[in-house]
């Protein structure tokens, strides 16, 4: 085997102690989330969905779930995309503002709540809902994990079959945030359990504009209002991992893409 994907962070230190065997790293366009079932009664106040927000410490998550392979984002756009907001900004690690907000919405002692995950799709995931989950029962949203092969996910979603809460990672090989949030935020769409018209709107806008700058203009303020009235549970971008045998010459590429057509072996 020459190249390895999707190498787990627990077996880094394992390949790269061989001789011949070397871990490429390279920023992703796969942006995980904590999806939120806004057509759920309890989940349609925006402030229980900010609490939600402020109760994950992304940071944590980051250094001891993904071991340092992720980066931290704002809404669900990275730097590289098309309608990253320069002006971003983070909801901040509060468990105590998050149980204000919960309390001034009306559910001071919280509620129960499921997190959907396929097993062992994306990096760590099972893992991540765990502490996530830990997370949102801190702050009085008592969460529990149901994790299922990829099969049994796939087929729920497709079917518009979610509990309070899922998580996923959405990959993006256009390096532009309409291609997520047209399917993922835009009402009426595949993957989407949010209404918001403000968003709405200029997602259509961005899709009808053939100015690149107005494009970009209307991604931004479409993200700026999911911050300010959020689907998600803003998390991060993953770092992939790669294990290469060093006789290959051989790069890896943000989108995932295995392209083999500028690799070489040395002699």
Known sequence: VDIIANLKPDNVQEVQAEE?????????????????????????????????????????????VMDGNAYKVSTVAIKSFVGWDPKEKFYEYDPEKAKKLLAEAGYPDGFEATILTPRGRYLNDVQACEAIAGMLSKVGIKTKVNAVEFGVFAKKTQAHEMPEFMYAAWGNSHFDVWDMIKTCVRSGAMFSWYKNEKVDE????????????????????ALREMWED???GFLYAQRDIYGVNKRVVWEPRSDEDINLYGADVKE
Request: glycine share 0%; charged share 30%; proline share 6%.
């Open 20 to 64: 011949n065997l070397e871990v490429k790293f390279v920023p992703s366009t796969r942006v995980a989330a904590l999806w939120i079932n806004t057509e759920i009664d309890t989940l349609k106040d925006r402030k229980i969905r900010k609490a939600i927000n402020y109760a994950l410490d992304v940071e944590s998550l980051i250094k001891n």
């Open 202 to 221: 200029y997602i259509d806008k961005a899709a009808q504009s053939i100015d690149p700058q107005k494009h970009n203009e209307y991604l931004q303020i």
């Open 230 to 232: 959020p689907p998600f």
